[in-house]
Nanobody
Framework: QVQLVESGGGLVQPGGSLRLSCVAS????????MGWYRQAPGKQRDLVAT???????NYADSVKGRFTISRDNAKNTVYLQMNSLKPEDTAVYYC???????????????????WGQGTQVTVSS
């Protein structure tokens, strides 16, 4: 089994910063793309940022220049540094990863999409 566990959410004032972390654990052979999504109350879940295994990144227009996604492949971890936070950034933030969970290299790939449980980010004065 594979698990994604997020941490780092909380309450922050407008203009402040937070750093989210997401660690993947369990039966992991390889991790491909990783990303962060968010869902505000009454709204759909939207992409925030993604990063490939090679380090290429993609951001939603609303967070470009303020958020930075990064990953540590040795630690199976993805980060989201959030600066200049705004009230409209308030949401539950979810980690996502495309993971091959086969046990042995001789086995065929077992790729699937995994999600964390979410961490609340609230931006308010």
């Amino acid at each position: 089994q594979v698990q994604l566990v997020e941490s780092g959410g909380g309450l922050v004032q407008p203009g402040g910063s937070l750093r989210l972390s997401c660690v993947a654990s369990g039966s992991i052979y390889s991790i491909y793309g990783m990303g962060w999504y968010r869902q505000a109350p009454g709204k759909q879940r939207d992409l925030v940022a993604t990063i490939t295994s090679g380090g290429s990144t993609n951001y939603a227009d609303s967070v470009k220049g303020r958020f930075t996604i990064s990953r540590d492949n040795a630690k199976n971890t993805v980060y989201l540094q959030m600066n200049s936070l705004k009230p409209e950034d308030t949401a539950v933030y979810y980690c996502n990863a495309d993971i091959d969970s086969r046990r042995y290299s001789s086995r065929p790939p077992m790729r699937d999409d995994y999600w964390g449980q979410g961490t609340q980010v609230t931006v308010s004065s």
